[in-house]
């Protein structure tokens, strides 16, 4: 059961434009909102992350915006790069046995800014 | 070290072979999961570390995965006679409590023919 859908699956943007990634979950346990960006060949890299009582978080170019009447939440890149261009990744964290704080992850979005 | 180190990078294994995947976390790090990333998906949950017990295991796929952490450092993923299934991308990660931020490694990308 997937419990937080993300689209796109792939987006394409100019050098210079606005990204937009969103994600929904439905598991209202979730104590934690995290972006992650992933490069070919490499691990997860913690981008930006919010909890749900906060409406948005913004750091640099990187903004969350959060709707928890929704269940709702989005990423937004600024002033896209050629370099942004990754696979991001959205996630809720739930609590778990044993004190384990998982992460339930999209299934991610491919970026790739056209220079 | 400066990150989370995994080896090896890549594993190639003939089916029904025996695996085992490293994982040396941050130092001082004290919770330590293990994630599997198929091609096109998120990660997805394994095992999860407390010091050296596995506190929660429930997201391990069937009895021929296993992970140890002798030590509450170093951890090692275990697969028994391993099927083309299991071909993956195995991350772990470690963080200072289990409400820090967690750092992943680069992953072990595993190929079972």
């Known amino acids: 059961q997937q419990q937080v859908k993300q689209s796109p699956q792939s987006l394409i943007v100019q050098k210079g434009g606005i990204s937009i990634i969103n994600c929904a979950y439905e598991n209202t346990a979730f104590d934690y909102f995290p972006w992650y960006q992933q490069f070919p060949g490499k691990g997860p890299a913690l981008l930006i992350a919010i909890r749900p009582d906060v409406s948005e978080k913004k750091e640099g170019r990187f903004t969350i915006s959060f709707n928890k009447s929704a269940k709702q939440f989005s990423l937004h890149i600024m002033d896209s790069q050629p370099g942004d261009s990754a696979t991001y990744f959205c996630?809720?964290?739930?609590?778990?046995?044993?004190?384990?704080?998982?992460?339930?992850w999209g299934l991610g979005t491919s970026l790739a800014v056209n220079p | 070290g400066a990150g989370v180190s995994q080896t090896p990078s890549n594993k190639v294994t003939e089916k029904g072979k025996y695996v085992e995947l490293r994982c040396d976390p941050i130092s001082g790090h004290t919770a330590l999961y293990w994630y599997r990333q198929s091609l096109g998906q998120g990660p997805e949950f394994l095992i999860y570390?407390?010091?050296?017990?596995?506190?929660?295991d429930s997201g391990l796929p069937n009895d021929r995965f296993f992970a140890v952490r002798p030590e509450g450092s170093v951890s090692t993923l275990k697969i028994q006679r391993t099927e083309r299934g299991d071909s993956a991308v195995y991350l772990c990660a470690s963080s200072l409590r289990g409400l820090s931020e967690a750092f992943f490694g680069q992953g072990t990308r595993l190929t079972v023919v």
């Open positions: 570390f407390q010091g050296t017990g596995a506190a929660d």
């Open positions: 996630a809720g964290r739930c609590y778990n046995a044993g004190n384990n704080r998982k992460l339930i």
